[in-house]
């Protein structure tokens, strides 16, 4: 991929290895992987960014995916990895997480904003030193829990497990229409239908 040319930077976050793979935590992952899928896109380990990339095409433009495998708490040396790699800049990085302050399945795109407590995305922030990239948080709920960091762990219940295509399918569709549209148009494809979108426009 040359270099040169701008590219849209797709990164999901999660924690590495099969014990993680059904948690809330990594419902970034498996929006990205699934993302990948539908694209065509290849994952494919590579140690000088710290994690598996994948490249490709979506609506005929270029895409670089990214899962950081540095654990979560440490995403950001993976994205500033690749970030620094392929110059890219934080208005075409796209990061999709885990949100327990949003009630379950409610999709919420930012153009930015701050961590809200979330590690990925501390890290991410101190190794950019900028909080104005955009993000995709899927609410898994669980807010109200003593117990944060054990829940996030967890995996969805059964209930919640039958949900998860649709979920995840939104998702894909958001990250779709902003690589096409831009991140006003994603804004109001994932918020409309959460009622989130009056309070984007309004700065809430």
Known sequence: MDREQEVFFIVGLGNPGTAYE??????????VKAFATKHGL????????????????????????????????SSGNAV???????RIRPHQMLVICDDV?????????KEKGSA???NGLKSIEAHLSTQ?????????GGAER??????????????????IPEIVGKAVAAVETWVSKGIIKAMSHANAKNGLEKKEKSGE
């Open 42 to 73: 290849k994952f494919r380990s590579a140690s000088r960014f710290l994690g598996d990339t994948a490249e490709g095409l979506c609506e005929n433009k270029k895409v670089i995916a990214l899962l950081p495998m540095t654990y979560m708490n």
């Open 116 to 118: 809200g407590g979330h």
């Open 132 to 140: 104005s990239y955009p993000r995709l948080r899927i609410g898994v």
């Open 101 to 109: 302050a949003l009630p379950f399945g409610t999709l919420r795109m």
């Open 146 to 163: 003593e117990e944060l960091a054990d829940y996030v762990l967890g995996k969805f219940s059964s209930e919640e497990k039958a949900q």
């Open 22 to 31: 059904e948690t809330r935590h990594n419902i970034g992952f498996k929006i």
């Open 80 to 86: 500033r990895q690749c970030a620094d790699y392929f």
